[in-house]
């Protein structure tokens, strides 16, 4: 059974960063893209970031394009996301998520993705 386990996100300030931690167990991760979403209060969940199972390939919501930073430890079955930059309108629940299908490139689309963390949440202050 897969299971993604997050740490990280807690209250931070306006123009500071966070890193999120998801660590995931139960079948080969290194073979699988993984994915960030978040869902902020009263929204629908929205596509963050991903990344692709080889590490060669990211996408990014154009909303974090430039602040945000996927990456993966494959040795460590762990993918992060380093938050820069830091936005009131980024509070949030963070989900972490990996890909339903193996050797894929990073996904926008929660459909995609069939494993999801328990979330955590970010909260930044003006």
């Known amino acids: 059974q897969v299971q993604l386990v997050q740490s990280g996100g807690g209250l931070v300030q306006a123009g500071g960063s966070l890193r999120l931690s998801c660590a995931a167990s139960g079948r080969t991760f290194s073979n699988y893209a993984m994915g960030w979403f978040r869902q902020g209060p009263g929204k629908e969940r929205e596509f963050v970031a991903a990344?692709?199972?080889?590490?060669?390939?990211?996408l990014y919501a154009d909303s974090v394009k430039g602040r945000f930073t996927i990456s993966r430890d494959n040795a460590e079955n762990t993918v992060y996301l380093q938050m820069n930059s830091l936005k009131p309108e980024d509070t949030a629940d963070y989900y972490c998520?990996?890909?339903?299908?193996?050797?894929?490139?990073?996904?926008?689309?929660?459909?995609?993705?069939?494993?999801w963390g328990q979330g955590t949440q970010v909260t930044v202050s003006a």
């Open positions: 998520a990996a890909a339903r299908t193996a050797y894929r490139g990073p996904a926008f689309n929660p459909s995609d993705y069939n494993y």
């Open positions: 990344i692709s199972w080889n590490v060669i390939s990211t």
